[in-house]
């Protein structure tokens, strides 16, 4: 008995000595973005349905995968008169589901907004971004915003994410932290 309390003193000791004298881990850098984990990708739908929002939908599924999960208003009829597009849905797709007034329906399959693909973690679109779009990103504001704008034009409307590094006003740092949006 007498053994047993010593032990147990001892190891009250030395545990705590053994646990501080560990070298401390400084945790990595925070991404802008999360990292999709798995095969599911948000998808937001919108329309003629009853629950609107958005929905993670695995890789590759079509849209009416994702207008199911939404709860189409009126049941889904696959006839030649009211198509369903087929498409695969990607990364940051927007489905919307119309009702027309003569009853036939009509889905358009497009992206996100930047806000929503902001929020979302998903990376944006430099190709397709206007100036409101850039001046929603940290440390851009509308002047700057209209140089890249500038800049695309000038240059072919072509805009590759390393070309931000061009625009007058910025610099590495802020390239760097830009750089992680897209």
Request: glycine share 8%; with cysteine.
């Given at each position: 008995?007498?053994?047993?309390?010593?032990?147990?003193?001892?190891?009250?000791?030395?545990?705590?000595?053994?646990?501080?004298?560990?070298?401390?881990?400084?945790?990595?850098?925070?991404?802008?973005?999360?990292?999709?984990?798995?095969?599911?990708?948000?998808?937001?739908?919108?329309?003629?349905?009853?629950?609107?929002?958005?929905?993670?939908?695995?890789?590759?599924?079509?849209?009416?995968?994702?207008?199911?999960?939404?709860?189409?208003?009126?049941?889904?009829?696959?006839?030649?008169?009211?198509?369903?597009?087929?498409?695969?849905?990607?990364?940051?797709?927007?489905?919307?589901l119309y009702e027309r007034p003569d009853g036939s329906r009509q889905v358009i399959v497009g992206q996100m907004t930047v806000p929503e693909r902001m929020v979302l973690g998903i990376p944006?679109?430099?190709?397709?971004?206007?100036?409101?779009?850039?001046?929603?990103?940290?440390?851009?504001?509308?002047?700057?915003?209209?140089?890249?704008?500038?800049?695309?034009?000038?240059?072919?409307?072509?805009?590759?994410?390393?070309?931000?590094?061009?625009?007058?006003?910025?610099?590495?740092?802020?390239?760097?932290?830009?750089?992680?949006?897209?």
């Amino acid at each position: 008995m007498w053994r047993a309390a010593m032990i147990l003193c001892a190891a009250l000791v030395v545990v705590p000595v053994v646990m501080k004298s560990r070298k401390v881990q400084e945790a990595p850098d925070q991404a802008a973005f999360l990292v999709q984990s798995g095969s599911l990708v948000p998808v937001k739908v919108s329309g003629a349905v009853k629950h609107p929002g958005i929905y993670m939908v695995p890789v590759n599924s079509m849209t009416v995968v994702a207008i199911n999960m939404a709860v189409s208003l009126r049941p889904l009829d696959f006839t030649i008169s009211e198509p369903i597009p087929f498409s695969s849905v990607q990364n940051g797709s927007a489905i919307t589901l119309y009702e027309r007034p003569d009853g036939s329906r009509q889905v358009i399959v497009g992206q996100m907004t930047v806000p929503e693909r902001m929020v979302l973690g998903i990376p944006l679109d430099i190709t397709i971004m206007c100036e409101a779009d850039f001046d929603r990103l940290p440390g851009i504001g509308p002047a700057m915003a209209r140089r890249i704008v500038e800049y695309r034009q000038n240059n072919g409307g072509i805009l590759r994410v390393e070309d931000l590094a061009a625009v007058q006003g910025i610099g590495e740092k802020k390239y760097q932290k830009l750089r992680a949006y897209f």
